[in-house]
């Protein structure tokens, strides 16, 4: 193959290359490869403790990798500060502490601001239209402590895109809350997509896949399948990462398909 073709396709993705990463000598990742298109809306799928958090926990450096590297478009991750953004599951904000909604999205400028500075008009401005295109401008002012599960999540996520990075990882950002909020974070990535943004989930409602992205990399411990969910995401692959049998999954396929009344099909705007 060319090398110029495969040194400009790294530059136009997100490559992982023999990822491998052992806890107490035991693999938790091993041997991952992949490569995911810029501006793509990828869900990492997996069961429990298929290692999808240490997965991209390692592509973030957070911790060691036994094997393998990562490029974000040729670069490595070290080269990236300040263009990548992570919201964890489990956030480390104490929602009890006394600071206003406001001032938690406010954090998310911080990094392209020097140290001296203090975050004035302009900055105010920023922070309420996003706070407005998370639906939070009216509870801006508000204690954090008084946020539904859902406005903690838009909050975080409004904090992330504060940060204007290019690459987005959320790890189970749809854990534990309402349909109606669900659909609210999924309409933003949408929009985030279209911005060109790279965008990673770690995702587990195997029924939402194929509506809400475009690809998909299916992980236990070892990778699955990765590519466009119109060629990964069905019943072998799905049996190999969850152990399931294909006529178990095909079923519930099908059932979706009567329960919801609509053919259970790609997104219309899949990218090929």
């Known amino acids: 193959m060319n090398r110029s073709f495969v040194e400009e396709t790294c530059q136009k993705h997100v490559v992982v290359d023999g990822l491998t990463v052992l806890y107490d000598r035991k693999p938790v ?62 956030s480390n904000i104490d929602w009890k502490f006394p600071i206003s909604v406001f001032e938690v999205a406010q954090m998310g400028l911080y990094g392209q601001m020097h140290w001296w500075n203090r975050p004035g008009k302009k900055e105010r401005i920023i922070v309420d239209q996003m ?32 940060q204007r990075a290019d690459v987005y ?5 749809f854990a534990a809350i309402d349909v109606p909020t669900e659909k609210f974070i999924v309409q933003v990535f ?15 409602d195997l029924k939402t896949v194929r509506e809400y992205f475009s690809f998909a990399v299916l992980l236990n411990v070892r990778l699955i399948a990765a590519g466009p969910v ?26 979706l398909h009567e329960k919801e009344g609509k053919p259970f099909c790609p997104r219309a705007d899949d990218k090929q």
């Not at 119109?230 to 049996?239: A, I, K, T």
């Open 131 to 162: 706070l407005d295109r998370m639906g939070l401008l009216a509870v801006s002012a508000m204690p954090i402590s008084a946020l539904s599960g859902g406005q903690q999540r838009r909050l975080l996520i409004a904090r992330a895109l504060l």
């Open 29 to 90: 990742v091993w041997d991952v490869h992949f490569s995911i298109p810029s501006g793509a809306l990828t869900a990492i799928i997996g069961p429990n403790g298929a290692g999808k958090s240490s997965l991209v926990k390692a592509m973030l450096g957070l911790i060691p990798r036994t094997l393998g590297k990562v490029r974000f478009f040729g670069y490595k991750t070290c080269d990236m500060l300040g263009k990548i953004a992570y919201v964890e599951q489990k």
């Open 230 to 255: 119109v060629e990964v995401y069905n019943s072998e692959n799905l049996s190999q990462t969850f152990g399931l049998t294909t006529n178990f999954l095909e079923e519930a396929f099908l059932h």
């Open 190 to 204: 949408r929009e985030m997509e279209r911005e060109g943004k790279t965008i990673f989930v770690v995702h587990h």
């Open 169 to 173: 990882f959320f790890d189970e950002p």
